[in-house]
């Protein structure tokens, strides 16, 4: 079933379900989002180990603070709030250790994890044009693009005022607009 | 033309976040050249990753419930009432510390016969002789005008 199109009643049950602890509610909450978390985790962090440990992550914390969730606002968009402070943890995470990283991209076997070998995984990622934004440009260009977010809801995901949102979406499309353009003009000239 | 060039310019030079949403909900969401300079939604759209082409991670429902298992609201909470309880002995323990010090401060200063002059630091001073290395040194003593602060400077006589 398309996540988007899922009825209320269906959602308003599996929350119900978690918050009464059935571990079949929690199970079907994670099939349900599990790929949107993913995707939007995917698409901020720009690889799909850190995206996995987001989406795990997201759940756990999920779960845990179920009961803080206010039913009167949209879950999807409280989830994908989760999501994106994970990611940017995530993100700071990586960046302090940036260095042993930068060493590690030249050591594949030490970067990757437990004989998960991703380097033949034919996922796909996100355009590698994408690291020219910042967090919040991209999460907000992300939320506009495949969920069809307005402004409004990108300002509740990222905890800003929505003129500010605006801003980030904004700055995000022109950005890569005229990175595509530079591209596509070099391509000719080259 | 001109006019959206001006709009760039205000736009790019002052970056104060209302007056660029402004600037966005004025005119540049409505004018279609400054439409024409930025990303539409099918362009954007070729550049993410959608949750339908995304697969789940691998066993993602056992590493939650692994992880869950590992850290269970139960010992959590008990966990967090312990460090509640450990938090609050501390700041009382330290408030007391704090109101006793300062009562007995307040107490000695109001106290009759006390004379501020008397206890600061220069006027309880008093040195008698410095040993470098076992021998007499060369010291100075400097207290800076209208301060309690004293120096000692002390060198290894040659």
């Known amino acids: 079933m398309d996540e988007q199109k899922r009825p209320a009643v269906e959602e308003k049950e599996i929350i119900e379900g978690c918050l009464r602890g059935s571990p079949v509610s929690s199970r079907a909450m994670v099939d349900a989002y599990g790929k949107l978390v993913m995707a939007v985790a995917l698409n901020v962090v720009g690889n799909r180990q850190d995206a996995e440990d987001v ?29 994106y402070r994970r990611s940017i943890d995530m993100i700071k995470k990586k ?46 260009l992300c939320l506009w693009a495949n969920e069809g977010y307005t402004a409004r809801d990108i300002s509740e995901v990222l905890e800003c005022s929505a003129s500010t949102a605006r801003v980030y979406l904004f700055n995000a499309r022109r950005k890569i607009k005229a990175l595509l353009e530079n591209e596509h003009g070099l391509l000719q000239n080259g | 033309m001109a006019f959206c060039k001006m709009v760039d310019f205000i736009y790019a030079v002052l970056p104060i976040r209302p007056l660029r949403a402004f600037l966005i909900r004025s005119h540049m969401e409505s004018c279609p050249r400054c439409q024409a300079r930025l990303l539409s939604r099918a362009e954007a759209g070729r550049l993410f990753v959608t949750s339908d082409r995304v697969g789940m991670p691998a066993d993602l429902w056992g590493r939650i419930t692994c992880q869950a298992e590992r850290a269970t609201p139960a010992t959590e909470a008990s966990s967090n009432q312990g460090g509640a309880g ?11 510390v704090v109101a006793v010090t300062g009562f007995w401060l307040l107490r000695e200063i109001d106290r ?4 501020p002059g008397l206890v600061g630091a220069a006027d309880r001073f008093q040195i008698d002789y410095v040993n470098v290395g076992g021998a007499p040194a060369q010291t100075f003593v ?15 006589n040659p």
């Open chain 2, 142 to 156: 400097y207290q800076p005008q209208g301060t309690d602060t004293v120096f000692v400077w002390a060198i290894k």
């Open chain 1, 95 to 140: 960046r302090r250790f940036s260095e042993f990283t930068a060493r590690a991209r030249f050591e594949p076997a030490v970067a990757e994890r437990g004989g998960n070998p991703h380097f033949a995984d034919p996922e796909p990622l996100p355009s590698a044009l994408l690291t020219k934004l910042s967090p919040r440009e991209r999460t907000a």
């Open chain 2, 112 to 115: 009759q016969g006390f004379d």
């Open chain 1, 55 to 83: 989406c795990q992550e997201t759940f756990i914390q999920v779960f845990r603070h179920l009961d803080r969730y206010d039913p009167m606002r949209n879950f999807r968009t409280w989830l994908l709030t989760i999501v």
């Open chain 2, 86 to 96: 450990w938090r609050w002995a501390t700041a009382t323990a330290t408030a007391a």
